[in-house]
């Protein structure tokens, strides 16, 4: 299981954030997704810890809790849906772009 925690502030780091987690048990992972883009954080990120009781434990006390001052948004992560494959070469023009029609 991993925990989705939202709203985050923007300064927040990995280091930050496992240290709240760490008051309800151990943090094996934490993950800050950033914008392909900008490399800017995107508010929100993951949490994996030691065991089921202690996610719960952590969502109990964190779900809506003010740190950084921002609301946290703290729940059960759900999967990450399989949204297909995209692209794969196709002609997304209009047709002939060359002018003249010769060839």
Do not use: C, H
């Amino acid at each position: 299981m991993s925990i989705y925690v939202g709203n985050l502030s923007y300064e927040v780091t990995q280091d930050t954030l496992s240290a709240v987690f760490a008051e309800y048990g151990s943090v094996k992972r934490v993950q800050l997704p950033t914008d392909r883009e900008t490399g800017r954080l995107r508010g929100f990120g993951f949490v994996e810890m030691g065991t089921e009781a202690e996610e719960a434990a952590a969502i109990e006390a964190l779900d809506g809790a003010e740190w950084m001052g921002r609301d946290l948004k703290v729940n059960q992560a759900k999967p990450k849906e399989d949204r297909g494959s995209f692209g794969g070469g196709g002609n997304r023009g209009g047709g002939n772009r060359g002018g003249g029609g010769r060839y």
